[in-house]
C-alpha cells in the first residue's frame, strides 16, 4: 500500500469528500486519513515486510449508514489490510472507524 493509493481508494467510495489530517465540519459525510507510521518485520536481521498505518475516519451522521461497511469493502478489494469497521461517537459526529494500513514488501 502508498498513502496515494489509499486516498484513491477512498475516493473511490467518497469522491471529493476525503481529506488528509482533518475536513470542514459543515459536511454530513466526509472521509479523513491520516497517516500514522510504519512498521517493519525483520527474520535474520533483514527486513522481509514493510508496512505503512493509516488512521481511516469515517463520519456521518446516519445511524445505519453503509459509508463504514462500503469502504472496509473498497480497502480490502484494494489489497489494503483493514480491521472491522468500529462505531464510535466523536462531538457531534456518529461514526469513526480506523482500520490499519496494509503491507509491502521493502
Known amino acids: 500500500m502508498t498513502y496515494s493509493n489509499l486516498e484513491s481508494v477512498l475516493n473511490g467510495v467518497l469522491?471529493?469528500?476525503v481529506y488528509k489530517w482533518k475536513a470542514p465540519r459543515n459536511k454530513p459525510r466526509y472521509i479523513v486519513w491520516t497517516?500514522?507510521?510504519a512498521n517493519t518485520v525483520y527474520g535474520d536481521d533483514t527486513p522481509i515486510l514493510?508496512?505503512?498505518r493509516a488512521s481511516?475516519?469515517?463520519y456521518t451522521q446516519t445511524d445505519d449508514d453503509h459509508l463504514p461497511a462500503d469502504v472496509f469493502i473498497a480497502l480490502i478489494?484494494?489489497?489494503i489490510s483493514a480491521?472491522?469497521?468500529m462505531p464510535g461517537y466523536l462531538d457531534d459526529e456518529l461514526f469513526?472507524?480506523?482500520p490499519p494500513g496494509g503491507g509491502h514488501p521493502p
Do not use: W
Open 15 to 17: 469522491p471529493n469528500l
Open 35 to 37: 497517516p500514522t507510521g
Open 50 to 52: 514493510h508496512s505503512l
Open 56 to 58: 481511516v475516519y469515517i
Open 77 to 79: 478489494a484494494a489489497g
Open 83 to 85: 480491521g472491522e469497521p
Open 96 to 98: 469513526q472507524v480506523m
